[in-house]
């Protein structure tokens, strides 16, 4: 393998490792958002339904306190909006998981295969580009979201079977 294929195979490996984290991170934002949507809106529908079933059994100071319990919990999941956010880190993990597949095979099938030095330069460009591209638009995980990612990655959860039997 000449020293430029093995360049740009390491390079392409980076790019694999970047995506990797980031698509597992924004995986655990989703998550981690999708769940917040539960923990508000939830408790915020059952008490908007308790407080209307207590003003029907004549308990005004029950179905308005609970009234004002629902109204501050909805207004918390209007402000922070946790179902959109979950959405678009689940969209630009995605794209990082993509653009990991594709570095991937371009490393280990495209190098390979003879492309020519233009060709696999301008290639790992294009890869280079679109990673630095997402990083640029994507919203900002969490410490937590990444750490999680991290330890996913290090323990092993993100291998492919057929990665673990090469040498």
């Known amino acids: 393998m000449s020293e430029l294929i093995s360049k740009l195979a390491a390079e392409a490996q980076r790019i694999e490792e970047d995506t990797e984290h980031s698509f597992k991170g924004h995986y655990n934002a989703a998550a981690r958002w999708a769940r917040y949507h539960l923990w508000i809106g939830l408790p915020s529908a059952l008490l908007a339904a308790i407080s209307g079933a207590a003003a029907f059994k004549d308990q005004p100071e029950l179905a308005g306190a609970l009234a004002l ?99």
């Open 69 to 167: 319990l629902s109204t501050a919990l909805t207004t918390v999941l209007t402000f922070l909006k946790p179902s959109e956010r979950a959405e678009m880190h689940k969209a630009v993990a995605g794209q990082y998981q993509a653009l990991r597949n594709q570095a991937r095979i371009f490393r280990e099938i495209g190098l390979t295969d003879g492309l020519a030095a233009d060709e696999a330069k301008a290639r790992l460009f294009e890869l280079a580009k679109t990673r630095d591209e997402l990083n640029q638009s994507s919203p900002a995980i969490a410490r937590c979201d990444y750490e999680l990612a991290k330890n996913d990655i290090d323990s092993g959860r993100a291998r492919y079977r057929v990665d673990e039997a090469k040498p």
